[in-house]
C-alpha cells in the first residue's frame, strides 16, 4: 500500500516539476548540450504502472521541445518493453480498461504527440506475446519489433545514449 501511494504520488507531482523546470527563467543546459549538433537518446519503456508511464512520456515530450531551445536536434527513440505494452493497445485487458480508461486515452494522445513531434517508437513482439496484447492492436505509431533487447543495443551501438524508464 505505502509503494502504491508513492507511485500515485510521483504520478501526479512529476509532470508538474518537468513543467515548472522547463518553463523557468533563467534554466538552461549549456554545459551539458555544448558543441552537441543532434541529440540521439533510446528510452527503454518498462513501466509497469500506466500513470506513471503517462507522466514520463509527457516528459518525453517536453525534453524533445526542451533540447530544441537549447539549439540540439532530437533525435529520440523509444522501445516499449515488459508490463509497459498492456498500456499501448486499441484492445487492453478488461481489468486494465476498467481500472485504466482516462489514463490509457490520455497515453494514446501522448503517443501521438510523440509520433508529431517525430519521435520513433518501437514495441517488443516478445513482450506483446507474453502479455497477450495482439501486434496488430498496438497504437498506430508504435512499430513492433522482434526484440525489444535487440531494439535497445542496436541503437547503442549506433550512438543512441540509454535512458532506462523502469
Given at each position: 500500500?505505502?509503494?502504491?501511494m508513492?507511485?500515485?504520488?510521483l504520478?501526479?507531482?512529476l509532470?508538474?516539476g518537468?513543467?515548472?523546470?522547463?518553463?523557468?527563467?533563467?534554466l538552461?543546459?549549456r554545459?551539458?548540450?555544448?558543441g552537441?549538433?543532434?541529440?540521439?537518446?533510446?528510452?527503454?519503456?518498462?513501466?509497469?504502472?500506466?500513470?506513471?508511464?503517462?507522466?514520463?512520456?509527457?516528459?518525453?515530450a517536453?525534453?524533445h521541445?526542451?533540447?530544441?531551445?537549447?539549439?540540439?536536434?532530437?533525435?529520440?527513440?523509444?522501445?516499449?518493453i515488459?508490463e509497459?505494452?498492456?498500456?499501448?493497445?486499441?484492445?487492453p485487458?478488461?481489468?486494465?480498461?476498467?481500472?485504466?480508461?482516462?489514463?490509457?486515452?490520455?497515453?494514446?494522445?501522448?503517443?501521438?504527440?510523440?509520433?508529431?513531434?517525430?519521435?520513433?517508437?518501437?514495441?517488443?513482439s516478445?513482450?506483446?506475446?507474453?502479455?497477450?496484447?495482439?501486434?496488430d492492436?498496438?497504437?498506430?505509431?508504435?512499430?513492433?519489433?522482434?526484440?525489444?533487447?535487440?531494439?535497445?543495443?542496436?541503437?547503442?551501438?549506433?550512438?543512441?545514449?540509454?535512458?532506462p524508464?523502469y
Amino acid at each position: 500500500m505505502r509503494n502504491r501511494m508513492l507511485i500515485l504520488l510521483l504520478a501526479f507531482l512529476l509532470p508538474l516539476g518537468l513543467g515548472s523546470t522547463a518553463t523557468a527563467e533563467g534554466l538552461d543546459n549549456r554545459e551539458a548540450t555544448e558543441g552537441i549538433e543532434t541529440m540521439r537518446a533510446v528510452y527503454d519503456m518498462r513501466k509497469s504502472n500506466p500513470n506513471v508511464m503517462l507522466a514520463y512520456l509527457r516528459g518525453i515530450a517536453s525534453n524533445h521541445e526542451n533540447l530544441i531551445k537549447e539549439g540540439v536536434e532530437p533525435d529520440l527513440r523509444m522501445v516499449f518493453i515488459a508490463e509497459a505494452v498492456k498500456f499501448i493497445t486499441t484492445d487492453p485487458e478488461p481489468e486494465v480498461a476498467i481500472d485504466h480508461g482516462d489514463t490509457l486515452e490520455e497515453i494514446a494522445k501522448a503517443i501521438d504527440r510523440l509520433d508529431e513531434l517525430g519521435v520513433r517508437m518501437e514495441v517488443c513482439s516478445a513482450a506483446t506475446r507474453a502479455y497477450g496484447v495482439d501486434n496488430d492492436t498496438v497504437l498506430d505509431p508504435i512499430q513492433p519489433v522482434r526484440s525489444g533487447f535487440i531494439a535497445v543495443m542496436g541503437y547503442q551501438n549506433q550512438g543512441y545514449a540509454l535512458v532506462p524508464v523502469y
